[in-house]
């Protein structure tokens, strides 16, 4: 009996190990996952890509363009090719065949004339953009070929085209009485990704377009989970919440976090080439400011290796001037303001403003005061805030540190009312075109500091006619002109050029930058396989 029981015992364990084996030898991996979610500190809100009150990762997503901007410059996206005229002024596309909005509606020459002549029914809104100034007519020369004319030559032509908007293409179904300036009656376009589902503050859904033209997404959606407290992203993080963090400024994604995420190795963090030109703006219509030899000592008063250090962490390099000598026509060997408090205060002396019992600069019974507007949900502005303080309280000047909402830091650039205001470029495809651009708009920071300059007349009328100079040679020379006035006045402190950064949780692959800060290329974006169970 005793043999017996043994016997099946051991008959038992056999049978349990082969089938053991079997399991192994028939385990898959556990299948990737198709749902990416990425955290952000701001709703996707109004996406219409001929507005701008939306985010335009998303607008990115879902609307395309005739032609793309890459590291290696504009490349065919809905055109698969084009013809300029020899005088520069006429434009024409050949699209791609059997392309469709996700509404079943054609992508043909049709719809891009309709959705051009929308854009240019806004002008006064796209202002910014000269292109838009210089558009004569569009026109369908036939189902698929449509042809651009310009009032004049405009060398930028191609780069904006390319940009995340206004020139990107919404189905003609959406539009309102015939325009998308008033809004219009949904979000469809021909991108790789659709958005489906729409929580207001809470979160978006983006799906794969199954019918794309191109190549196809290999994630199935996207979720877009707004969290407007850096610690619950952070929180989410660790919880395995979310897959991606992904920004260009500390809004999105704060130095010290992204460090100490970089030093726990859980997660992968990634970092991009310099993208903008992170600078101080100096108001020259207020009455501290407006004195060029105050320009000048503020920006030998600021220690820039300090803050690129101390703040910055070493991940952003110094920037010597506005736009980074790495940008087309941007390389000019302008003369380099080093940190020197004994320059920045030999220069207050000989401008009147001398020291007081107390410490501070006065001049005609004025004391020396400048305020510094921040963003008040970008810790990191008040940090760098807070190091210029320090570096202008050792010249004799008092700096307050004033942290506004969003909008009204933003509207606040609108009126002038500020001596100090951060900036950033736009950064590449933008800068420097794109950029110098804007400066001639009132509603711009940038405009208002510049409106005391006594040449600031001259100043817009040369960036009106750089924009249509159809010789290289000469815009080299403008380009010259006009920044290094800028330089020698001294409206910008250039503090460094800043660089996008990402966060991901390992299994997530083909995380990578595109061509401007503002784009999240989610469709190169997929998932590891998990291990086999």
Known sequence: MRKLVFLLAALLCCLFIAACEGNEKNAQPQAARTELSYA????????????YSGEMAAQNMVFEPLVINTPEGVKPWLAERWEISPDGKEYTFHLRKGVHFTDGAPFNAEAVKLNMDAIVANKPRHAWLDMVNLIDRNEVVDEHTFKLVMKHPYYPTLVELGLVR?????????????????????????GPWVLTE?????????????????TKPELQAVRWRVMPDHQTIMLALQKGEIDLLFGSDGDMLNLDAFNALQKEGKYVTAISAPVASRAILLNAHQPVTKEKAVREALQHAINKQAIAEGVLNGTESVANTLISPTVHYCDLDLPVREYSPAKASELLDVAGWKTGADGWR?????????????????????TIGEYMQSDLKKIGIEMKIIGEEKQ???DRQKTGDFELQYSLSWGTPYDPQSYLSSWRIPAHGDYQAQVGLERKEWLDKAITELMIEPNEDARQKMYREILTYIHDEGVYIPLTYSRTKAVHSKTLQGVGFGASQYEIPFETMYFQKGPAR
């Open 362 to 382: 006065y001049k005609d019974g004025k004391k020396a005061v400048v305020r510094l507007y921040y963003n008040s949900q970008n810790a990191q502005e008040r």
């Open 198 to 214: 729409h929580k207001d503050k809470q979160y978006s859904l983006f799906t794969a377009n199954k019918d794309y033209w191109g």
């Open 40 to 51: 952000s500190t701001k709703d996707i809100r109004n996406i219409n890509p001929h507005l």
């Open 166 to 190: 206004p020139f990107r293409f919404i189905s003609p179904n959406c539009f309102v009485n015939g325009q998308t300036k008033d809004g219009v009656s949904g979000y469809v376009g021909t």
């Open 408 to 410: 009204a830091f933003l």
